[in-house]
């Protein structure tokens, strides 16, 4: 890529502060807070600024499937909303995988509310074949897809199928994608039995922020993006 030409506008979409300073993207990204509609606004407004060449969802997502790890990074082939099922870029989703020693494919489902029971992430796999959940992908796919841009994922898995996570480490969660530390604080201090759950979140949550680092400095600054698509 020659020095004149323009590099491209990759909106990356996250659901945490933690995961878009994890990004590094030069500050086009759309952080999620654990909402759909919030990244599609984020991205209409990115869009409507000046035009975007492609969407990327990218940081961390909980385990449907057994046998996946804390830490075990995953490139999706197709982003499950509801009944639709929306493919990903084929190039640059092979391209993900290969820069990721652990990649694997499958479909990512995209929900609206935490799945933290074990039970529930069962039913989830065995009812849509769904490998791993997260709340943001759906949103960007949907406006990747009405505005025909390239998409794609990378994630990291965090909780595993058998992991339930508590109710104090979802009070820390904040719309804007920041952590509320003594919103998990009180949590716990009324229910104090969470700790030893809270601290087996913690360490899958830094497996999979280290995997995560691991594979986005082998992805290079654009994500593959430039190589590929």
Request: aromatic share 6%.
């Amino acid at each position: 890529m020659s020095s004149e030409t323009a590099e491209p506008r990759i909106a990356i979409v996250v659901g945490m502060k933690s995961e878009a300073r994890l990004a590094d993207a030069g500050g086009l990204v759309v952080v999620g807070g654990g909402s759909s509609a919030r990244v599609e606004a984020g991205l209409a407004q990115f869009h409507e600024a000046k035009p975007l060449q492609a969407v990327l969802s990218f940081g961390v997502a909980g385990g449907l499937a057994p046998g996946l790890r804390p830490g075990d990074l995953f490139a999706p082939t197709a982003v499950l909303s509801g009944s639709t099922a929306f493919a990903c870029h084929q190039g640059w989703t092979r391209h993900l995988a290969r820069s990721a020693s652990k990649a694997g494919h499958g479909t990512l489902l995209g929900v609206d509310e935490p799945i933290h029971a074990p039970e529930r992430k069962r039913g989830l796999h065995k009812q849509t074949g769904a490998v791993a959940v997260d709340m943001e992908s759906h949103g960007a796919a949907r406006f990747a897809y009405a505005n025909n841009l390239p998409f794609a994922v990378f994630r990291a898995i965090s909780d595993p199928q058998h992991r339930a996570i508590p109710s104090a480490a979802l009070a820390g969660f904040k719309p804007d994608g920041s952590t509320d530390v003594w919103a998990v604080l009180a949590a716990l201090a009324r229910n104090p039995g969470q700790t030893a759950a809270l601290i087996a979140t913690a360490r899958d949550a830094k497996a999979a922020f280290d995997a995560l680092l691991g594979g986005r400095r082998r992805l290079g600054r654009l994500f593959g993006f430039d190589q590929i698509v």
